[in-house]
Nanobody, 121 residues
């Protein structure tokens, strides 16, 4: 069974920083792309950033220059460093990964349980 477990959310003031972590565990053959999504109350879930196994990254425009996604392939962990946080960054942040389990011939999407980020003004 494959699991993604997030940590690092919390309450921070405007301009502050937080670092989210997401560790994959279980019977994993390989992990392709990993990323972070967020969902604010009353809004659709949106992509924040992704990173592939080679370290290539993509960001939503609102995160460029403030957020940095990285990963440690040996630890099967993806990180999201968030700086210069704004109240509009308040949301539940979800880790996502495209993972091929040992028992499967191809990758499938997996989600973490979510971690709350609250940015106070």
């Amino acid at each position: 069974q494959v699991q993604l477990v997030e940590s690092g959310g919390g309450l921070v003031q405007t301009g502050g920083s937080l670092r989210l972590s997401c560790a994959a565990s279980g019977s994993i053959f390989s992990i392709a792309r990993m990323g972070w999504y967020r969902q604010a109350p009353g809004k659709q879930r949106e992509l924040v950033a992704t990173i592939d196994s080679g370290g290539n990254t993509n960001y939503v425009d609102s995160a460029k220059g403030r957020f940095t996604i990285s990963r440690d392939n040996a630890k099967k962990t993806v990180y999201l460093q968030m700086n210069s946080l704004k109240p509009e960054d308040t949301a539940a942040y979800y880790c996502w990964a495209s993972i091929r389990p040992l028992t499967m011939p191809s990758c499938g999407p997996y989600w973490g349980q979510g971690t709350q980020v609250i940015v106070s003004s």
